[in-house]
């Protein structure tokens, strides 16, 4: 799973997933030849990596003997972390949406792996429980409508969402979209806390914080819920309630297309072809979790645009891991924690090979892009839950 040794990284989790199914373990190399995979050779899997191009070295045993003491030497940084069982997946989207709508669902397309698309009912009649990992993207947990409104209010695509959205809300009992949303957010809270895996990318990451934060409180204006905001709603916030942001100050303005000032996007001073992230480095040995959610065969990463773009540094908890940041700019792009029994990554940008994704535009093809380490953190967070869990140090 090096630069050099592999020509499709993001089928090659595919084919992992596809051991991981059939009950077979597989073993996860971690910083060795870019956090390679070591499974059981046999005829099938060889045919399966061919059909699905992906390139892979037949070993001995008495090699691989010698590359597990090797990376078992407490003097090199690697570890073999066992992935036992594929973990069931669900995606947190509205129903129609097509896979290249999410970066996450298209990679798990291209890569063939399974998911199941999930929202608003399955998630309040808790259905959460029936799945290891939930992926949240672009939504907006707060009954915005993505903040949207100055843009494209007149535009039938967003007539007729925020349409369907109120309909679905009053179909589950609800007044107001702002409410589902914020009972979706608390359930999916609840979910993490009992020991789910989150991953969440874009405007789904600070718009849930901001949720919680707001979970008492009334912070839509009339266009989106019929009603005025409470006055001096952004002293009611109650911080105390996010996994990952603190102290950050809402934006009042409805034609304003963002959430917060967790965001970096408007406060960024980077041209595109200087907009890279660097992935920092872990002991594998002592601390396997972000060791596993940032293996890949660079250190450094393009950036891309979204939405939610990056997270200001300022604004994020202490106890909240930043795993990959532009220190320049003063920003974080991928970011982990612990709530409770569970755990959350919060990846920011849309599409990690379309650099400024707008409505309209067309898909991304994975196809031209299948060595993508801006994809390939994605699908470390798909097998994280597999992993045989080790006490985390750091």
């Not at 407490?74 to 949406?97: D, F, H, R, T, W």
């Not at 001073?269 to 972000?290: C, G, H, Q, R, V």
Request: net charge negative.
């Amino acid at each position: 799973m090096d630069d050099e040794g592999q020509s499709d990284h993001l089928k090659a989790y595919g084919i992992t997933y596809w051991l991981l199914n059939k009950q077979q373990k597989v073993k996860w190399l971690l910083n060795y030849q870019g956090g390679s995979f070591l499974a059981p050779d046999t005829d099938a899997l060889r045919k399966e990596c061919q059909i699905r191009g992906v390139d892979f070295e037949v070993l001995s045993n008495a090699k691989t003997e010698e590359i597990l003491n090797f990376i078992s030497s407490p003097s090199q940084n690697m570890e073999a972390v066992v992935l036992e069982k594929a973990p069931k997946i669900a995606v947190y989207s509205p129903q129609g949406n097509a896979p290249w709508d999410d970066a996450v669902t298209l990679v798990l397309t291209y890569a063939e792996i399974p998911y199941t698309t999930i929202y608003d009912e399955e998630v309040l009649s808790d259905q959460l429980i029936l799945y290891d990992w939930l992926h949240l993207h672009h939504e907006d947990f707060t009954g915005q409508y993505g903040k949207f409104y100055g843009a494209y209010r007149a535009a039938p695509w967003y007539i007729e969402e925020k349409k369907n959205a109120e309909t679905l809300a009053a179909k589950l009992g609800y007044d107001k979209v702002s409410e589902s949303k914020r009972d979706v957010a608390l359930k999916i809270r609840d979910y993490v806390a009992g020991g789910g895996f989150m991953f969440a990318m874009c405007s789904a990451t600070d718009s849930f914080d901001i949720a919680l934060a707001a979970k008492d409180t009334d912070i839509a204006e009339a266009m989106f819920d019929g009603d005025p905001s409470e006055s001096n709603y952004q002293n009611k916030l109650d911080y105390g309630q996010t996994f990952a942001f603190t102290d950050f100050i809402l934006e009042r303005k409805p034609t304003v297309y963002e959430f917060s000032s967790i965001d970096m996007t408007r406060k960024r001073k980077i041209n595109k072809e200087t907009d890279y992230f660097t992935l920092m480095t872990y002991s594998a040995k002592w601390d396997p979790i972000p060791t596993m959610l940032t293996q890949n065969h660079t250190t450094l990463v393009k950036g891309f645009m979204g939405q939610t773009t990056s997270y200001d540094r300022d604004e994020i908890k202490p106890t909240v891991l930043i795993m990959g940041e532009n220190k320049r700019n003063g920003e974080a792009r991928y970011i982990h924690g612990i709530k409770g029994k569970g755990f959350f990554t919060f990846y920011g940008g849309h599409d990690p090979e379309d650099y400024q994704h707008r409505v309209g535009d067309p898909k991304t093809e994975l196809s031209l892009h299948p060595t993508s380490p801006g994809y390939r953190l994605i699908l470390n967070n798909v097998l994280f839950p597999a992993a045989k869990k080790k006490k985390q140090k750091t």
